[in-house]
């Protein structure tokens, strides 16, 4: 997510842009991932050689937080986990100036729960794009208890300058699209285990009745066993059972079918996913 959240505003906002990740390796893998997304803009023509040239050179890489010291904007978009989270919007208040917008890349982290490290939680905000981020038209920009109105006005900017439409969420669990996209995917689940069809009859029907990309099992082969796993057992501690994830899920990600990444999940695939 955050390579393609990089390409995106690269690709769109004229400015310097500074990946940060923990180490050299990770940093060494984030340039790839963003040189692939530039040769697919080339092969696309979304960019020339030239302009993918200079697109590249406004991208910096550190394995420092400090580099952020100058940032207006800063994306967050490490693994969904509270504890972790916060740890990372502690370091970034103590680095980036008091002016800058702190937001999230978070599909269902209470933002006022991660802003809540913070000396300033007005700045911060939730910004929960979707993947992959350069074809997705969505960013769900969400207010925590104490985000400020001028924070939410600056985030939604900034997601327009990209190209994105914008839908504004309160901060409740789930927000607004992971709620109502895991009570499907839930729903899904209980099809298969009540025999009512099989995967592949159940992600056929869904595409076809509802004119949807992807079937429900394609989508979390796509996202990850293991993330949804983890979405879903908050929701279900938040919102109740209906949101729990039930015995094939835990089954899968126990087993380590993860989905695309593994190579197997519900379906299996020629090509595992290392991105």
Do not use: W
Not at 169 to 192: H, K, N, W
Not at 203 to 219: E, H, S
Not at 251 to 257: E, I, P, T
């Amino acid at each position: 997510m955050g390579s393609g959240i990089t390409y995106t505003v690269a690709l769109k906002i004229p400015a310097k842009i500074t990946v940060v990740e923990q180490n050299d390796q990770l940093l060494g893998q984030a340039r790839s991932r963003i040189c692939r997304f530039v040769e697919t803009g080339i092969k696309r023509s979304v960019l020339t050689e030239p302009e993918a040239t200079e697109l590249l050179q406004r991208i910096h890489y550190s394995a420092d937080i400090g580099s952020l010291a100058a940032s207006e904007m800063v994306v967050e978009a490490v693994f969904e986990d509270l504890a972790v989270k916060q740890k990372v919007f502690e370091r970034l208040e103590n680095v980036c100036s008091p002016n800058a917008v702190l937001a999230s890349n978070t599909s269902g982290i209470s933002i006022t729960q991660i802003a809540s490290v913070t000396r300033d939680p007005k700045r911060v905000v939730g910004t929960h794009f979707f993947n992959p981020v350069p074809v997705m038209k969505l960013v769900e920009v969400v207010r925590g208890e104490k985000t400020s109105d001028e924070t939410v006005a600056t985030a939604r900017s900034f997601c327009e300058q990209l190209g994105k439409e914008v839908v504004v969420s309160a901060d409740r669990p789930g927000f607004i699209t992971t709620r109502v996209g895991q009570a499907y995917m839930c729903e899904a689940l209980r099809c298969l285990e009540e025999g009512v069809g099989t995967a592949e009859d159940i992600d056929k029907g869904v595409r076809l009745a509802y004119n949807f990309p992807m079937g429900p099992f394609q989508l979390l082969d796509l996202i990850g066993l293991d993330t949804e796993l983890h979405i879903m057992e908050s929701l279900s501690q938040e919102l109740g059972k209906r949101f729990d994830p039930g015995p094939i899920m835990r089954k899968l990600v126990a087993g380590n079918r993860l989905g695309r990444k593994t190579g197997r999940g519900f379906f299996e695939y020629e090509t595992v996913n290392k991105t």
